[in-house]
């Protein structure tokens, strides 16, 4: 007899879609949503409540069914950004799969701005976190990041100067008071393709994905078919293991920094500076600056290239300025300190 996954029948030992589970499952453990082991845990996975993103694609099909198979009750949340004409089918329709496999699905429509073409896609991107985020509430949110994306981030993020990645829980601006966890980074896109087709789901294939106007489009279809070309070799694993591996490090760095005072000189002056590039970073985000490579090395130069030079700019109207052994944040024109 078969079992199913709300009304969606799961063939016997489905090897894509239990690899799936088995990397939810572990997630899951391992952040302390559910307990790692006892009687207790099937009664706390069959009272945990998530939200997850659901686009449609096979990923984020793949993550809810998984999280539904797994006992948590699962809240889908489709965004229809309404930059397509079928916008509002392919959302209707991601909902009613979500549906079908035992979720509650809901779909959120947001107004994106900007002018087509990367400030559109950050915008978009931006309004998703957004919607997402505020849906929440709170809960658990989950997002389907697979290792291809998390390889395609580290890319993209050296392209900008600071390569780094995704990790499996981290916080986000736009979802107060909540994490976002991404428990399929070490699982490739191939994967969450078989198990759809395993569970005989059709996903939506977004029309963006295969557009190379997109930078991150550009490194998947060209990019990363050149690495394979050149080095002979399969680099994506490679890349997420990078990723990964970068994005602990920013977190320790990140810590560390936190720990110390930003304004004080010496200890600025006595960490690595990686560690008081960071805390400079947070100062210049904490009073409104921004934060650049020229603005963080504008105030660095205050602590390491000191020879009585006045206030900095760093974006803003914001001004840092060395006072003996402190450092102080003033207005661009050096009328008053607001430190």
């Known amino acids: 007899m078969p079992r ?11 090897p894509a879609f239990g690899q799936i589970r088995l990397a939810v499952r572990r997630h899951l453990r391992a952040t302390g949503l559910i307990p790692a082991r006892g009687a207790a845990r099937k009664k706390d996975i069959h009272s945990l409540k998530v939200a997850c993103g659901l686009s449609g694609g096979a990923d984020s ?24 004409e079928s916008s509002a089918e392919v959302a209707a329709r991601a909902a009613d799969t979500a549906r079908r496999a035992g979720a509650t699905p809901r779909v959120l429509t947001v107004t994106v701005d ?5 400030t559109r896609e950050a915008e978009a991107r931006a309004a998703r976190y957004r919607a997402l985020g505020k849906a929440a509430d709170g809960r658990p949110l989950f997002i389907a990041h697979t290792q291809n994306d998390q390889a395609e981030t580290f890319l993209l993020a050296a392209l900008r100067g600071t390569a780094t990645g995704m ?23 191939e994967t969450t393709a078989e198990a759809c087709h395993e569970l005989d789901l059709e996903p939506w294939a977004d029309p963006q994905n295969f557009d190379p106007a997109f930078l991150r489009v550009a490194v998947r279809t060209q990019v990363l078919p050149a690495l394979v070309d050149a ?8 890349l997420a293991i990078a ?5 602990d490090n920013a977190q320790a760095v ?46 660095e130069k205050l602590i390491c290239a000191w020879h009585g030079q006045g206030a900095v700019a760093v974006g803003g109207g914001v001004a840092i300025k060395r006072r003996g052994t402190r450092l102080e944040t003033v207005p661009e024109a050096g009328r008053s300190a607001r430190s």
Do not use: M
């Open 167 to 189: 990790r499996p829980v981290s916080p986000n601006a736009y979802v107060p008071g909540g994490q976002v966890h991404r428990p399929l980074l070490h699982i490739p896109r």
């Open 114 to 118: 900007g002018a087509p073409g990367a």
């Open 243 to 247: 990723a990964r591996r970068a994005a």
């Open 254 to 299: 990140a810590c560390w920094a936190r720990a110390i005072d930003a304004r004080a000189v010496c200890d600025l002056a006595g960490v690595p500076r990686a560690v008081r590039r960071e805390a400079l970073a947070g100062l210049i985000r904490a009073c409104g600056g921004n934060v650049t490579v020229a603005s963080v090395d504008a105030a």
């Open 61 to 84: 099909l793949a993550l809810v069914c998984a999280l539904v198979a797994e006992g948590a009750k699962v809240e889908s949340l489709t965004v229809d950004h309404g930059l397509q």
């Open 4 to 14: 199913f996954i709300g009304e969606i029948a799961l063939p016997y030992n489905p």
């Open 231 to 238: 080095t002979n070799t399969a680099p994506i694993a490679a």
